[in-house]
């Protein structure tokens, strides 16, 4: 089973940045999309950015687009979330999420692997 370790979160005041990374531990699968969500309190998770295999194909939601960098280095297994110009509405737990097929989804249950998550606060 596949475990994904976030880090990187913490506290930062509007307009700040922050960089998110995410690696498995365990035993990894050699080709599948990762994904950013995040879940504030009281709310659903949602889809931030996803990205495919070879990171030639990302996609964004609309509230971050222009805003946050998804990327990742398959020689060091990392996902990386560039997080730039933050708001305070993008305050939440951020979790990474894998999955087996290398097609980017922006629904929660298409991923088969997650991680814990990391919580990032922005202050105004």
């Known amino acids: 089973q596949v475990q994904l370790v976030e880090s990187g979160g913490g506290l930062v005041q509007a307009g700040g940045s922050l960089r998110l990374s995410c690696a498995p531990s365990?035993?990894?699968?050699?080709?599948?999309?990762m994904a950013w969500f995040r879940q504030a309190p009281g709310k659903e998770r949602e889809f931030v950015a996803g990205?495919?295999?070879?990171?030639?194909?990302?996609t964004y939601a609309d509230s971050v687009k222009g805003r946050f960098t998804i990327s990742r280095d398959n020689a060091k297994k990392t996902l990386y979330l560039q997080m730039n110009s933050v708001k305070p509405e993008d305050t939440a737990v951020y979790y990474c999420?894998?999955?087996?097929?290398?097609?980017?989804?922006?629904?929660?249950?298409?991923?088969?692997?997650w991680g814990q998550g990391t919580q990032v606060t922005v202050s105004s």
């Open positions: 999420a894998g999955r087996t097929h290398n097609i980017v989804v922006v629904t929660t249950t298409a991923y088969d692997y």
């Open positions: 365990g035993r990894t699968s050699s080709s599948y999309a």
């Open positions: 990205i495919s295999w070879t990171g030639s194909s990302t």
